[in-house]
């Protein structure tokens, strides 16, 4: 029964300073949970002084996963709690960042204590190198959240990689097969072809499961029935802790979609690759589930030809038309790529393939789409 650890958990209180003091997390022998093959996490508490305690798993958004041990008295000494990476209905969780959520009683009132109250979200600049063009290899001090990106250097952003994905501290790999969001172009044969890898800390104590058959977190989550509100930050967006600079994506909720999925298509043409020898129109639009990402914030729509800038629209809309003409670009086949950016950092990507009629000229942009199996 987790009904009254729900109730606190929606509370968002913070914990007194006595009851920080008088329990401490102790380190984890490796913070990973593969579902794969592992059957339980292990962690223990020192308990410095007696206190009246419950102890539950959470996620990143403070929703209430599972309860391991319900409110009771502890005394002086270590103690073991273990969890076996299932949800209060028996079920595997997705991979994700999961957290131990102390919930202390003191003068009749339940408060709780979730690690990214005090801790995570500094920002951190992994140390990348590409063995190929298609593995991307990055290094972290500590436990991060990743967010990686393909693009064309000066251009467009082609992919996202990562999305901020919880990776452990030490060395990791992205590999990918080196084609566009729309898989309509091999982006790394671009001259131009760079990567971005960035991230923030995750709050202390984190529980990285792995190896879930588990459904995608925010469907899962969905499922679960939580509210959005259970998702927001006991604390204040904060430009810094401990003068430390604090990155905005640590205060999005896990469960919304970061980046907007783009639909693009021609207007008034059949063929998914026609082939245009005068003015043209192109349709761009976001999903309605994903609006939400950018209705709160001001963005742009950008388009790029063979990974060189166009045209943009400052105060961006959607759906969103746009006329051009394809007799500014030379003969043989190109590249339109559309950006839509919102200024708190997201970006949707989306790629269509056009033709000039005439003889064909060298461009910087002409590779072929891949082969279907």
């Not at 204590?113 to 991307?136: M, N």
């Not at 251009?155 to 992205?174: D, H």
């Amino acid at each position: 029964m987790i009904g009254w650890f729900a109730a606190a958990c929606l509370a968002g209180f913070a914990i007194p300073a006595g009851a920080a003091e008088a329990v401490v997390v102790l380190p984890y022998a490796s913070p990973e949970l593969n579902l794969a093959g592992a059957k339980e996490f292990a962690f223990e508490l020192q308990v410095n002084q007696p206190v009246e305690m419950a102890v539950a798993i959470a996620t990143t958004d403070r929703d209430p996963v599972r309860e391991l041990a319900e409110l009771r008295r502890y005394e002086a000494g270590r103690h073991r709690f273990a969890w076996n990476g299932r949800d209060a209905g028996n079920a595997a969780v997705p991979n994700e960042a999961y957290f131990p959520l102390l919930s202390f009683r003191e003068g009749g009132k339940l408060r709780v204590l979730h690690p990214a109250d005090y801790s995570g979200g500094e920002v951190v600049e992994p140390r990348t190198s590409l063995s190929q063009p298609t593995s991307i290899h990055f290094r972290i001090d500590r436990p991060a959240r990743i967010l990686a990106r393909a693009g064309i250097k000066a251009g467009p952003l082609m992919r996202t990689l990562a999305v901020w994905n919880p990776y452990p501290a030490g060395s990791s790999r992205i590999v990918w097969d080196g084609y566009d969001e729309s898989r309509r172009y091999r982006v790394i044969e671009d001259s131009g072809y760079a990567v971005m890898v960035t991230g923030f800390a995750l709050p202390d104590h984190a529980i990285l499961v792995t190896g879930s058959s588990s459904e995608p977190y925010p469907r899962w989550r969905r499922k679960q029935g939580w509210p959005s509100a259970s998702a927001d930050h006991a604390m204040p967006v904060t430009a810094e802790r401990d003068g430390k600079a604090l990155s905005r994506a640590f205060f999005s909720p896990q469960y919304q979609p970061y980046d907007p999925r783009v639909t693009f298509s021609w207007v008034g043409q059949q063929r998914e690759q026609p082939t245009l020898s005068g003015p043209a129109t192109v349709r761009v639009d976001i999903p309605k589930d994903d609006r939400a990402v950018l209705e709160s914030n001001l963005f742009e729509v950008g388009f790029f030809v063979d990974g060189e800038f166009v045209s943009e629209e400052e105060q961006g809309y959607v759906p969103f038309t746009w006329r051009f003409d394809t007799g500014r670009f030379g003969a043989g086949q190109h590249v339109l790529t559309v950006n839509i950016s919102g200024f708190s950092g997201q970006v949707g990507t989306a790629s269509l393939r056009f033709k000039v009629p005439g003889p064909t000229q060298k461009h910087k942009v002409s590779r072929s789409p891949p082969k279907s199996n």
